[in-house]
């Protein structure tokens, strides 16, 4: 089931299902227990961040390719960062770039695969990972360059947790409708042109071993939001660096979910 959060021209907030020429079918109860339709229909005002994120924890250098243009070593353990949840915007919504980063063009974009899980999990086996997952989206790690290598004292936290730069959606595709989330062909444009086209069969770790790590001696609760990682073609690797500037237009894609979109302003 593709699971979307919208707010109608009732002003009233909704989950919905089935969206299609602007209209989504309303959804029923709570979304990580007992979703159920209800046949009623309600108008699409606006598309919001299908979830709003207990926590979000992120892997870095989790593509082959993308790990090899950055010059590094595939790691041995995933490499653990997170964003501040406050940085969650949503399909549509704008990117801005804050003045802490005009001084210096740096703000990167990264086509990932979120991952959201639906229930108090803790030492899940990889095995066993896919079980506590509710569905899948589309996010896009904005990065701001400088902060990230040079301004955070080590930690990449600050440079990827300005407000918006975490764009999110549209919407959630359930667990039930992707078999294998690490055979999805995932896409970064940028005002039309492809940036970054992989598969997430490139990815280092898989979406059930990340889970198992993170899980270790750690609860992670309902509604905690995983970024999977990015693949090769991110901007600060290329020759000339390409960053971010008002007026871009960038999609995020991913197989069986979708197309995040979202602009670029000051």
Same mark, same amino acid.
């Given at each position: 089931?593709?699971?979307?959060?919208? *707010?109608?021209?009732?002003?009233?907030?909704?989950?919905? $299902?089935?969206?299609?020429?602007?209209? #989504?079918?309303?959804?029923?109860?709570?979304?990580?227990?007992? =979703?159920?339709?209800?046949?009623?229909?309600?108008?699409?005002?606006?598309?919001?961040?299908? &979830?709003?994120?207990?926590?979000?924890? $992120?892997?870095?250098?989790?593509?082959?390719?993308? #790990? %090899?243009?950055?010059?590094?070593?595939?790691?041995?353990?995933?490499?653990?960062?997170?964003?501040?949840?406050?940085?969650?915007?949503?399909?549509?919504?704008? &990117?801005? @770039?804050?003045?802490?980063?005009?001084? @210096?063009?740096?703000?990167?974009?990264?086509? *990932?695969?979120?991952?959201? %899980?639906?229930?108090?999990?803790?030492?899940?086996?990889?095995? *066993?990972?896919?079980?506590?997952? =509710?569905?899948?989206?589309?996010?896009?790690?904005?990065?701001?360059?400088?902060?990230?290598?040079?301004?955070?004292?080590?930690?990449?936290?600050?440079?990827?947790?300005?407000?918006?730069? $975490?764009? =999110?959606?549209?919407?959630?595709?359930? =667990? /039930?409708?992707?078999?294998?989330?690490?055979?999805? /062909? %995932?896409? $970064?444009?940028? !005002?039309?042109?492809?940036?970054?086209?992989? !598969?997430?069969?490139?990815? @280092?770790?898989?979406?059930?071993?990340?889970?198992?790590?993170?899980?270790?001696? +750690?609860?992670?609760?309902?509604?905690?939001?995983?970024?999977?990682?990015?693949?090769?073609?991110?901007?600060?690797?290329?020759?000339?660096?390409?960053?971010?500037?008002?007026?871009? +237009?960038?999609? +995020?894609?991913?197989?069986?979910?979708?197309?995040?979109?979202?602009?670029?302003? *000051?």
């Amino acid at each position: 089931m593709q699971i979307l959060k919208f *707010e109608s021209d009732d002003q009233k907030v909704y989950l919905g $299902c089935n969206y299609n020429n602007h209209t #989504a079918e309303v959804l029923h109860g709570d979304i990580f227990l007992n =979703l159920s339709k209800t046949g009623e229909k309600k108008k699409v005002k606006k598309i919001l961040p299908p &979830i709003n994120p207990a926590a979000i924890l $992120c892997i870095g250098l989790n593509y082959k390719a993308h #790990a %090899i243009e950055t010059g590094m070593e595939q790691p041995q353990y995933p490499v653990v960062f997170m964003k501040n949840p406050g940085a969650v915007t949503g399909h549509l919504d704008d &990117i801005v @770039i804050p003045p802490s980063c005009l001084e @210096i063009p740096e703000v990167d974009y990264e086509a *990932e695969l979120a991952v959201i %899980i639906k229930k108090k999990i803790k030492n899940v086996d990889s095995k *066993e990972a896919l079980k506590s997952v =509710l569905g899948y989206t589309c996010v896009n790690d904005v990065s701001a360059r400088r902060w990230q290598k040079h301004a955070g004292g080590g930690q990449w936290v600050k440079g990827k947790s300005f407000d918006t730069f $975490c764009p =999110l959606g549209p919407w959630i595709v359930t =667990l /039930d409708e992707i078999k294998d989330p690490n055979c999805l /062909d %995932i896409e $970064c444009v940028l !005002n039309g042109k492809t940036m970054q086209k992989s !598969n997430t069969g490139d990815m @280092i770790f898989s979406v059930g071993q990340i889970i198992s790590y993170l899980s270790e001696s +750690t609860t992670l609760l309902p509604g905690t939001l995983i970024l999977t990682g990015t693949p090769s073609g991110v901007g600060f690797t290329r020759k000339p660096p390409v960053y971010l500037k008002f007026g871009d +237009t960038l999609e +995020t894609k991913i197989q069986s979910i979708g197309t995040l979109k979202n602009q670029v302003v *000051e």
